[in-house]
């Protein structure tokens, strides 16, 4: 599951543009057969500008469907919540979910 966040609608976070490009790149990686040899038929990848709730709903439904090995792959922003200081990833749809 590949999930890449290239532009943000909060204004405070800097847009990426690069990460729409590491995507596609590792996705070709991933399902070269004389490389990751994943097949391309399990990728799963998500809109860029998908929401908390949205990657979570499709994170879920992979891990229910995984009969392996699941790779989980994210490429953007992060923040660090108020409390504890625990690390969250911040995909492109409003905040919070």
Known sequence: ????????????????PVIANNISDLTRVLTDQNL??????????????????????VLVRTAEEAEGLLLFYYSGHG?????????YL????????
Not at 1 to 16: A, F, I, K, N, Q
């Open 79 to 87: 923040l660090l919540g108020p409390r504890r200081r625990e690390s």
């Open 36 to 57: 990751g040899g994943f097949s391309p038929f399990h990728r799963v990848a998500v809109p860029a500008a998908a929401s908390v709730a949205q990657v979570g709903d």
């Open 1 to 16: 599951m590949l999930v890449g966040t290239p532009s943000y609608e909060d204004p405070e976070l800097p847009d990426v």
């Open 90 to 97: 911040r995909p492109s749809g409003s905040w919070p979910c």
